[in-house]
């Protein structure tokens, strides 16, 4: 359990968890914070593979709107956003939109492709490590997702299961329109 | 001056006892302390067992679940969501059986069923057998793996360390 991505993300950047996403504490259920344009902070790049082994980074999403969620199968919130973002894709892929999930299982992808599959997930997901919790502040609950802008820059963030599915849609609606 | 060296003396073998237990205590109490900012799920100290060769004797857990989490049960009912899980390592008693209470349904925001989940105060009870071969004492130890939401979040699996003493006659 020492080595799980989860346990070290939560063990080695706390500070910065709570700097970067505000109070993500287990009594924090949601935490969205919108930055004005001006005042948004470069998503960090990050390398990771896909169920195919195809190295995916996020700096090859430059120009897109991204949607990037961190979940796990055993997380039952994840469960719910999970539709609406397979719904976010299909609606706003060709206006330069993509959902990326990034799944923070220890037993990677003998449980994760199952779950996929049986879920029929459409989009692209990449089975996340360490580092990319780390490079994110922190993840130390799920869902949190990053509304990443064409720019490659956080937008806002989500921690906890969020409040709508149509609050998150005016977001990605907002940064499709450049704002 | 003979007095004064053996208080010396006692007192640098108290400290070295205490830096010892310290150090018996320490790699256990880290993890435990580390882990606790996320920590939803705490054990009350386990007591001693005095066990008796031959015989059969359950020793009981009292766990408590923070207010607003729950903790899947042992039999949660989702292939993919993560059991409650007590295991023993090899130690001066044999676990014969590990009995868990009867989890609660509940439903939550985020799920169309009910869960089976533990919540608030419970317990888990061991039964061992004591080997008629037993050493005088020892020390049991185990982990209790569990995974832990609220109504918006979920956090990681986490594993607790679990250990008590036992005294055989």
């Given at each position: 359990?020492?080595?799980?991505?989860?346990?070290?993300?939560?063990?080695?950047?706390?500070?910065?968890?709570?700097?970067?996403?505000?109070?993500?504490?287990?009594?924090?259920?949601?935490?969205?914070?919108?930055?004005?344009?001006?005042?948004?902070?470069?998503?960090?790049?990050?390398?990771?593979?896909?169920?195919?082994?195809?190295?995916?980074?996020?700096?090859?999403?430059?120009?897109?709107?991204?949607?990037?969620?961190?979940?796990?199968?055993?997380?039952?919130?994840?469960?719910?956003?999970?539709?609406?973002?397979?719904?976010?894709?299909?609606?706003?892929?060709?206006?330069?939109?993509?959902?990326?999930?990034?799944?923070?299982?220890?037993?990677?992808?003998?449980?994760?492709?199952?779950?996929?599959?049986?879920?029929?997930?459409?989009?692209?997901?990449?089975?996340?490590?360490?580092?990319?919790?780390?490079?994110?502040?922190?993840?130390?609950?799920?869902?949190?997702?990053?509304?990443?802008?064409?720019?490659?820059?956080?937008?806002?963030?989500?921690?906890?299961?969020?409040?709508?599915?149509?609050?998150?849609?005016?977001?990605?609606?907002?940064?499709?329109?450049?704002? | 001056?003979?007095?004064?060296?053996?208080?010396?003396?006692?007192?640098?073998?108290?400290?070295?006892?205490?830096?010892?237990?310290?150090?018996?205590?320490?790699?256990?109490?880290?993890?435990?302390?580390?882990?606790?900012?996320?920590?939803?799920?705490?054990?009350?100290?386990?007591?001693?067992?005095?066990?008796?060769?031959?015989?059969?004797?359950?020793?009981?857990?009292?766990?408590?679940?923070?207010?607003?989490?729950?903790?899947?049960?042992?039999?949660?009912?989702?292939?993919?969501?993560?059991?409650?899980?007590?295991?023993?390592?090899?130690?001066?008693?044999?676990?014969?059986?590990?009995?868990?209470?009867?989890?609660?349904?509940?439903?939550?925001?985020?799920?169309?069923?009910?869960?089976?989940?533990?919540?608030?105060?419970?317990?888990?009870?061991?039964?061992?057998?004591?080997?008629?071969?037993?050493?005088?004492?020892?020390?049991?130890?185990?982990?209790?793996?569990?995974q832990a939401c609220n109504n918006k979040e979920c956090l990681p699996p986490k594993t607790l360390n679990v250990q008590f003493s036992v005294d055989v006659r």
């Open positions: 359990m020492s080595s799980t991505p989860l346990r070290s993300l939560a063990l080695t950047l706390p500070i910065a968890a709570a700097l970067l996403l505000g109070s993500c504490s287990s009594s924090s259920n949601v935490e969205a914070a919108d930055r004005a344009n001006a005042g948004r902070k470069h998503a960090p790049d990050f390398s990771l593979k896909d169920a195919n082994g195809t190295t995916v980074k996020l700096s090859d999403y430059k120009g897109k709107v991204v949607l990037l969620d961190f979940w796990a199968t055993w997380c039952g919130p994840c469960k719910i956003e999970i539709p609406w973002f397979m719904e976010f894709e299909k609606t706003y892929k060709d206006r330069k939109f993509a959902v990326l999930g990034v799944s923070m299982d220890d037993d990677g992808w003998s449980v994760v492709k199952p779950y996929v599959e049986k879920n029929r997930i459409n989009y692209r997901i990449l089975l996340g490590n360490e580092n990319i919790g780390s490079l994110y502040g922190g993840v130390d609950s799920l869902p949190t997702t990053f509304l990443i802008d064409r720019a490659g820059r956080i937008a806002s963030t989500h921690v906890g299961l969020s409040t709508s599915k149509a609050g998150f849609e005016n977001e990605i609606k907002q940064l499709l329109d450049g704002r | 001056m003979r007095s004064s060296n053996c208080s010396t003396g006692a007192r640098a073998v108290a400290r070295i006892h205490l830096l010892g237990a310290l150090l018996l205590i320490l790699p256990g109490f880290t993890r435990t302390a580390l882990a606790q900012g996320n920590d939803v799920l705490s054990i009350a100290p386990v007591a001693k067992v005095s066990a008796e060769r031959g015989k059969v004797i359950s020793q009981k857990l009292d766990l408590d679940v923070r207010s607003g989490f729950h903790v899947n049960s042992n039999t949660p009912e989702d292939e993919f969501l993560i059991p409650l899980k007590l295991t023993w390592n090899k130690g001066p008693l044999e676990p014969a059986e590990v009995i868990y209470p009867k989890p609660t349904r509940e439903t939550y925001s985020f799920s169309e069923k009910p869960l089976s989940v533990f919540t608030g105060k419970f317990s888990i009870v061991t039964r061992f057998r004591v080997s008629p071969q037993a050493g005088d004492m020892g020390v049991m130890t185990g982990r209790l793996r569990y």
